[in-house]
C-alpha cells in the first residue's frame, strides 16, 4: 500500500462536493452581522473619537512627523557640507 502525497490529498478534496448551507441560515447570520455592525457604530462617544482619531488624527499625526523629520533631515545633510 502506498502512501498518499499531498497531491492525492488535494486532489480528493477538490472531488467533494459543495455543500451550500440552507438560505434561512445565510439569511440569519446575515441579519445578525448586520445588527452586530449597527450596534457597534452607533456607540459612545468614544467609538466616535475613536474613529475620528483612527481616520483623520493618525494619519494626520503621521505626516506632520513625516514632513517634520524630512526638514531635520535636510537641514542636518546641509549642514555638514558647510
Known sequence: MSTPTPNDDMKALR???AVEPPRELGDRVR?????????ASAGS???T???A???VGLPAALAVTVV???????TS???LYR
Open 15 to 17: 472531488a467533494l462536493m
Open 49 to 51: 473619537a475613536t474613529r
Open 53 to 55: 482619531w483612527t481616520r
Open 31 to 39: 441579519r445578525q452581522a448586520r445588527g452586530e455592525l449597527e450596534a
Open 68 to 74: 517634520l523629520y524630512l526638514s531635520w533631515a535636510v
Open 77 to 79: 545633510a546641509s549642514a
Open 45 to 47: 462617544w468614544l467609538t
